[in-house]
C-alpha cells in the first residue's frame, strides 16, 4: 500500500525498484524484466465484477485471450458493454448529484486550487520514461512534458487548441511534492522547427546516454487567426512524428538541445481514417512501448477512427455484442436509424521497423468502440503481473459527448485487460469505466465549454488522464465548478486487478494526492551527480 504522498521516497523505495535502480545505474540503455514491467497497483479489496443489474443488458462476453500482434484481430467495445456504465449508476439521485459509484469517481477538487503557471496553461501531460513505462528521474531531477499555451496572448483558454507546444518542467527528486513547485523550463523545442505549426500529446523515452525521443502528434491548422478570433473552421493536418535530442543536467536545472524531427506516420484512410474522408478524423497521440512478450520489436499506441468516408459505416451486431435472445437488447435497424454509426474511435497499433524508430508500419486496430464512442485518447499499454502472469491494461480517455446516440458516460479513465497487447480485451467493471469525475449520468450529456447549472459543477474538473506506475493517476483542470482550469489536477489513485478497479480514498487527503504528483521509480545517471 502506497505511504502518504508527503513522504515520496517511501513510495518510490520499494524492494524491488531498488534493486532495479542498482541494476540500471551502470547501464546506458534501460531495461527491466518483464515481472517488473511497471510498479504494479495495489488491488482493490474485491475482485469481482459487478453483478448485473436488473432492466439492462448483460455485457458482452470477452475471453482476454491474447493474439500475435500482426494478426487481423480487434477487440469491440460494444454497445452492451457500454450500456452497463448506465446499469452501474444511480437513477434516483437528485438532479445534479454524482450518480456513479464512489468506487469509480475522482474525489472532487476544491475551486481555490493553485495556478501551475502564471504565464501559460497546462493540460496533456506526461513523464520522461523508459521503454517500460518506468517514470526517470534523470540526475536528480524528475521531468514531466505538458501541453501549454500561453495565458496572456489574447485568446481564451478554450482556444488553446491550435495554440498548443510542448512544454517542460523539472524539479529536484527529494522534492517535497505537497510544497514544491515544479520549475518551467519553457518550450521543448524551438520556434518553427517542429513538424507542424502545433504540437499535441505523445509520449518522451530516455534512450541511450542523454539522448531522449519525444514522440508527438504534428498538428497543422491553417486558420489560427480565425479560430483565435471566433471564427475560422479549416480542417488540420495530423502526423505522428518523432524528434530525437538530448536532455543535461545540472545544478541549474534541465535542458534540452538538439532536436532532429522526423514524420512517422499519416492515417491511411484504410485502417484508420484520414482527414478526406472525415475534417474531423482523430490521429494523435503516440505512446510507444517494448512487449516483454516480444523482445526486440518497439509498438505504438494511438488514437485513431475506423478507415472509410464518414457516414458510411453501418452498426453490426457485433459493434452492439448483445446476447442472443437477451429481453433488453437494442434493435440493431434502431441504432442505424438513430446515426449511432458516426461515432467510430479506434485505439491503432503500429510496430517499428529499425532500430532508429523512425520507420513504422500500421497494424491493425487492438480496439474499436464503433456505435459506442468517437474518441479514444491517449491511450497508453500498462503492464503488470497478476498471480505470476503478465497482465494488459488498455488505458484511455474519453468525454461523455463524444458517446453514440443512446450512450451515456462520463469524462475520464476507461480501462481494458487482457492478456497481450492484441487480446480480446474485457472491460473493466464490465463497462470500460476505470475513473470518471463526479456527473449525474441522468442528465443530458454536456460540453465544458458550456455546462448547465442544473448538472453537477464537477462533471468537468478533471481530464487527460495519465495512468502511472502504482495506479496513480494524473490530470489537468479544466472546470471546477464555473472555475476554469489550466493547471493540474490533485493526483488521484486507483486500485487494480483482474479488470476491477476502485478508488483509493485512504489515498493522501480523501483520495486526493498533492497537486501534479508525478513520482519517479527509477534513477538514472546519478541522484544529483552532475556529470
Keep these: 500500500m502506497h505511504k502518504h ?57 470477452h475471453t482476454q485471450t491474447a493474439h500475435d500482434p500482426a494478426s487481423d484481430f480487434t477487440s469491440k467495445w460494444t454497445r452492451a458493454d457500454a450500456k452497463q456504465i448506465m446499469a452501474q449508476s444511480d437513477s434516483k439521485v437528485k438532479p445534479g448529484q454524482n450518480s456513479m459509484s464512489p468506487d469509480v469517481t475522482m474525489p472532487e477538487i476544491p475551486e481555490d486550487f493553485p495556478a501551475m503557471n502564471d504565464d501559460v496553461w497546462v493540460w496533456d501531460t506526461w513523464s520522461l520514461t523508459d521503454e517500460n513505462a518506468n517514470q526517470i528521474s534523470y540526475k536528480g531531477y524528475d521531468v514531466i ?108 536545472g534541465v535542458t534540452f538541445d538538439g532536436f532532429q524531427h522526423t514524420k512517422l506516420l499519416e492515417p491511411d484512410g484504410k485502417l484508420y481514417q484520414n482527414k478526406a474522408q472525415n475534417p474531423g478524423f482523430a490521429f494523435r497521440d503516440p505512446y510507444t512501448f517494448a512487449d516483454p512478450a516480444h523482445p526486440g520489436k518497439t509498438f505504438m499506441v494511438f488514437e485513431g477512427n475506423t478507415g472509410g468516408k464518414r457516414g458510411d459505416y453501418r452498426c453490426k451486431d457485433e459493434d452492439l455484442g448483445y446476447a442472443k435472445g437477451d429481453p433488453n437488447a437494442e434493435n440493431l435497424a434502431e441504432v442505424n436509424s438513430k446515426g449511432a454509426y458516426y461515432q467510430t474511435a479506434n485505439v491503432g497499433l503500429a510496430v517499428a521497423d529499425n532500430k532508429d524508430l523512425t520507420k513504422w508500419h500500421f497494424l491493425p486496430p487492438v480496439l474499436s468502440a464503433n456505435c459506442v464512442n468517437d474518441q479514444t485518447e491517449r491511450p497508453q499499454i500498462f503492464i503488470q503481473n497478476e498471480g505470476g502472469k503478465n497482465k494488459y491494461y488498455l488505458f484511455t480517455i474519453s468525454h461523455q459527448f463524444t458517446y453514440a446516440a443512446g450512450m451515456r458516460g462520463p469524462d475520464g479513465v476507461y480501462g481494458f485487460v487482457g492478456n497481450g497487447v492484441r487480446s480480446d480485451y474485457q472491460p473493466m467493471n464490465n463497462s470500460g469505466l476505470a475513473l470518471g469525475s463526479p456527473t449525474d449520468l441522468n442528465l443530458p450529456s454536456e460540453s465544458p465549454e458550456a455546462p448547465t447549472p442544473n448538472q453537477n459543477g464537477r462533471q468537468f474538473q478533471a481530464y487527460s488522464h495519465y495512468v502511472q506506475p502504482g495506479g496513480l493517476v494524473q490530470s489537468f483542470i479544466d472546470n471546477v465548478n464555473g472555475v476554469r482550469g489550466g493547471s493540474l489536477s490533485p493526483t488521484v489513485k486507483i486500485n487494480f486487478r483482474d479488470g476491477v478497479s476502485k478508488v483509493d480514498r485512504s489515498f493522501g487527503k480523501n483520495g486526493l494526492g498533492p497537486f501534479g504528483y508525478l513520482p519517479t521509480n527509477v534513477h538514472v545517471g546519478g541522484n544529483g551527480l552532475y556529470k
Design 5 to 61: 504522498p508527503n513522504t515520496p521516497r517511501m513510495l518510490r523505495w520499494r524492494p524491488a525498484a531498488a534493486a532495479l535502480v542498482a541494476t540500471v545505474a551502470a547501464t546506458a540503455f534501460l531495461a527491466v524484466p518483464s515481472a517488473q514491467a511497471n510498479e504494479p497497483s495495489d488491488p482493490p479489496a474485491s475482485t469481482q465484477m459487478p453483478t448485473p443489474t436488473p432492466g439492462f443488458p448483460l455485457p458482452t462476453p
Design 145 to 252: 512534458f505538458s501541453l501549454v499555451a500561453d495565458r496572456h496572448a489574447g485568446y481564451g483558454f478554450d482556444q488553446r487548441h491550435w495554440n498548443a507546444r510542448i512544454g517542460y518542467f523539472f524539479r529536484k527528486t527529494n522534492a517535497d511534492p505537497a510544497k514544491d513547485k515544479w520549475n518551467y523550463g519553457g518550450h521543448l523545442f524551438l520556434d518553427n522547427t517542429s513538424i507542424g505549426n502545433t504540437e499535441w500529446s505523445g509520449s518522451t523515452r530516455l534512450m541511450q546516454g542523454n539522448h531522449v525521443n519525444v514522440f508527438y502528434t504534428a498538428t497543422t491548422f491553417y486558420d489560427v487567426k480565425e479560430r483565435n478570433a471566433g471564427g475560422g473552421g479549416i480542417a488540420p493536418d495530423a502526423a505522428i512524428a518523432k524528434a530525437l535530442g538530448n536532455i543535461h543536467a545540472d545544478k541549474n
